[in-house]
């Protein structure tokens, strides 16, 4: 399924040069990979606490950028730059769960939306990350399929964040639909991860 994802490369050629600068300053990609986990959970709390004033959410989809941006500094430092490790690995897969949840918690505190259902996405969204990284222990590689993978997530949920913080009012609309809609795609994204690994694992045997 198409995703978002495709167009890593490009955006990796665009930072590559500040990877390099940081290489040579002694930044590791565990460093950057904390990091951006930390500002996530202080962006994601300070959000929750100021939601009475919905123009914080339009602190979201500026974070969300920059947290792109630092996921694939972190990335390029590992491969790129010989900084790969064990715990890198766990780092890499677990603090993205964690940035996820606290970045899609001030949604919840909306009376538009339904807590049980940003709840749903914020599960679905960690299963599917689990459901990528599981491949793996197959012999396939990690899986990145959407059609609602990490940076889909970041896109769509920063757009809504930009579109709520802008009209600065609720809609009833919006709080029913985009939950479901995310939850679905999650759902669709669990499957074709599922498939794509075990595809893949086929026409390795």
Request: proline share 4%; net charge positive; hydrophobic share 55%.
């Amino acid at each position: 399924m198409p995703s978002i994802y495709s167009l890593k490369p490009r955006f990796q050629a665009i930072l590559r040069p500040l990877a390099r600068a940081l290489a040579s300053a002694g930044v590791r990609a565990n460093h950057v990979t904390l990091l951006a986990c930390a500002l996530s959970i202080v962006t994601g709390v300070l959000v929750c606490a100021h939601i009475e004033n919905r123009r914080w959410l339009l602190v979201l989809p500026v974070f969300l950028f920059v947290r792109m941006a630092m996921n694939a500094l972190d990335g390029m430092l590992a491969r790129e730059f010989g900084q790969k490790s064990d715990l890198g690995a766990y780092l890499n897969e677990l603090t993205d769960v964690i940035s996820d949840a606290f970045l899609y918690l001030p949604f919840a505190y909306l009376a538009e939306f339904s807590a049980l259902w940003i709840g749903a996405v914020i599960w679905l969204a960690a299963l599917s990350e689990m459901t990528g990284a599981v491949a793996v222990m197959t012999g396939a590689s990690r899986r990145y399929d959407g059609p609602m993978g990490k940076s889909d997530r970041a896109f769509a949920f920063g757009a809504l964040a930009l579109i709520l913080g802008l009209v600065n009012v609720a809609l009833p609309g919006v709080g029913w639909v985009v939950p479901k809609l995310t939850a679905l795609a999650l759902a669709a994204t669990v499957v074709n991860r599922v498939r794509s690994g075990l595809a893949e694992k086929r026409g390795i045997t």
